[in-house]
Every structure is written in structure tokens, then in C-alpha cells.
């Protein structure tokens, strides 16, 4: 750890010089631990405690083979018995579909391409909508071409837009995709969950605030992250157009985590369309790694201010879901109740691991 710098981890949280001063300083702490076994074989493993470089949210890097298989779903077989009473496959989706009101959306309904915004018939917040971006029941995570995750992009622009225009109080929003069941997707058909309201989520709150503070004060935290990230390359992924790609020093998830972040400032809601193109590719680009890495479900999440331009990098965040062993324990435990998550990969594997893939050099394409 670098000097100077109170550990985190005694009980009270301190600031950490690294989210002050004019260089970013990525925080981890490694612990060697010497266990016996039975036989009086001795077992030398470790654990890495990480700060995520903007928030000072705590992960933990944990040295667990993973010994046990992990048995992926038959999503093949699941869309077969699902597809005849999937609301969203377009026999269904035609007849039964729901609208928005007229002062909202006077053609109900926002089309692209294959893909469809509807509302969300299950509201969480003063605004919420359905993307879904295909036709097909079921799309194969490695099957994924940019032109459709790009539509689901656009629509979402356009929504967004719509309703700053009737509503002045809506003062953030969540963009937010499960990817089949592992992924807690109740529907297989694809879909991406958009939402609109007073409140951002604790997460997105947490990195605006964190990313605004440095602002306010003249200094792009998060510039000078991705800075650093480039400059270590050992977790770098390329750029994809004006995002840069990274797989997260402190990952929230079992496995990793792979960030997409804007190389400026701004909403999500001002994109263009070129930026949104490439924001597709990347996606679908970390889909296909992803599958090469033995998985088929994903989470992904936006974050982007809604209205407040200059404070916040467009960031995107993917994860993938497994359940693991022969009674399929679910990859998240207790950590949802503590707010810290156990990951088993070094993100610093996985990252070469995705330059490998895509033929990326370290720190540049």
C-alpha cells in the first residue's frame, strides 16, 4: 500500500489520499494466510481487499479454484417450452401490448428496427419502460450484432428525451439488462429495463457525487482513472471509438466486471448516434467474451446523469451470472446484505485473458 495511507479496514472508513490529490493512487491490500490441512500439509493462499478509485467502496479478490463445475442452463430448451406464452415475441406482443398515455408518447409505443419500447406494466419509478430488441424468443449471448443493441440504444435515447420534455422533475434515470435467468430475468425473451424518476440509484449515486465532488474542485476523476488504467495497462481492453474499455479494479460480481467508459463528460440522453454505435460494439464485443469465458447470462447497467452534462463520464458496467456446483448455489450471498462483493478472478487475468480475444495490445489497440 502506498505510505502514508490509514487502512480502511479497522472498523472506520477514512478518505483516501488517492480520491484527493492530483494523482490517482489504485488502493489494494494483499494478505498471505498459511492454513494446515488434516495430513499437516501446509496451505499458503492470499486475499486481495481493493478501493474503487472513485467511490472508496471496498471489494475483496479472493484465491478460491474454482474446483467446482458450473452447470449452464439449457436456454435452448428453456425458450422452446417458453415461446408460445412469451408476452414479448411479436404474435403476443401485437395484440396484447401496452401503451403509454397520449401526452407522453402519442404513438404509444416507440419503434426501431426489431426492437420495441413499451411500458413496464410493473412500475418502480414515475417512468418506466420495456426495450425489447429482438423478434427472436432467444438470442445466444455470443449471437449479439451491434445494430440491434444499438437500436435498443437509440430508443432509449429517444425516451429519455421525451420525457425531459414533459416533465421537469425527472432528475435521473436506470438503464439496466438482465440476461436470462441466472441473471434474475423472469422472461428469456431480451429485454433492457429503462426507468425515469426523482431518484438515482444508490450506485449511480454513489459514483456521480463522487465524480462531481472532484469536479466542483476542477479535477476529472474519472479522466484521470481511465488515465492510469492505461498508463498500468494491466486491466486495459482498448478504446471502441470515444469509450474506453477496462476490466474494474474493485469488480462488483463473483466472476469480473468490464467497464465501458466515455472518454468525455456528458448524458447518456446526448450521445450521438456514431458514439452509440460504438458504445454497441463494445457491448457485444464483451457478450462474445463473456460466452468464450464459459458463461451465458449477463448483468449490464448504465450510469449517466440525466440532465447534468459536464460531471460524469457515460460509464457502463457488465457482469457475468453463474450458479455453481451440484445444488446450483447462486454466485451472490451475503454480499448483497453487507455491500461488498468477493470476486474469485484477478481482474488483471481476465483483462489479458480479453486482449488475447480480441488482439488487443496492452494500453493501446
Sequence with gaps: ?????????????????????????????????????????????????????????????????????????????????????????????????????????????????????????????????????????????????????????????????????????????????????????????PHIQLSAGAFASNRARRLMMASREAMMRGRDNMAAWMGKEKEEKTRWGGDIGPWQMTLAFAPRGRFFELNLIHESPGCFAGLSDPALQHLATGVADAFRFIRKMGFVSMNLSLFSPLREAGLFHPMVSISPRACVGPYQMSDISFQMLIDEFFTLYLPEDVAEKFRNAKGVASGAE
Design 1 to 189: 500500500m502506498s505510505p502514508g495511507v490509514r487502512l480502511p479496514f479497522m472498523g472506520v472508513f477514512c478518505k483516501l489520499r488517492g480520491m484527493n490529490e492530483e494523482k490517482i493512487i489504485l488502493e489494494k491490500y494483499r494478505e498471505e494466510v498459511s492454513l494446515r490441512r488434516v495430513d499437516g500439509e501446509i496451505v499458503r493462499t492470499w486475499f486481495e481487499v481493493r478501493v474503487h478509485p472513485l467511490t472508496g467502496e471496498l471489494s475483496r479478490v479472493i484465491h478460491v479454484p474454482l474446483r467446482r463445475q458450473m452447470k449452464l442452463p439449457d436456454l435452448v430448451e428453456m425458450a422452446e417450452k417458453t415461446r408460445d406464452t412469451c408476452p414479448f415475441c411479436p404474435e403476443q406482443l401485437a395484440e396484447k401490448a401496452p401503451r403509454f398515455s397520449r401526452d407522453l408518447l402519442n404513438e404509444g409505443m416507440l419503434r426501431r428496427g426489431k426492437a420495441v419500447l413499451i411500458p413496464n406494466l410493473y412500475p418502480y419509478d414515475r417512468y418506466c419502460a420495456l426495450i425489447i430488441l429482438s423478434e427472436a424468443h432467444y438470442v445466444p449471448i455470443e449471437n449479439w450484432e451491434t445494430v440491434a443493441i444499438e437500436d435498443g440504444m437509440i430508443l432509449a435515447r429517444q425516451f429519455l428525451n421525451r420525457v425531459m420534455a414533459v416533465d421537469a422533475g425527472t432528475r435521473a434515470f436506470a438503464m439496466n439488462w438482465n440476461y436470462a435467468p441466472h441473471a434474475g430475468s423472469s422472461i428469456l425473451h
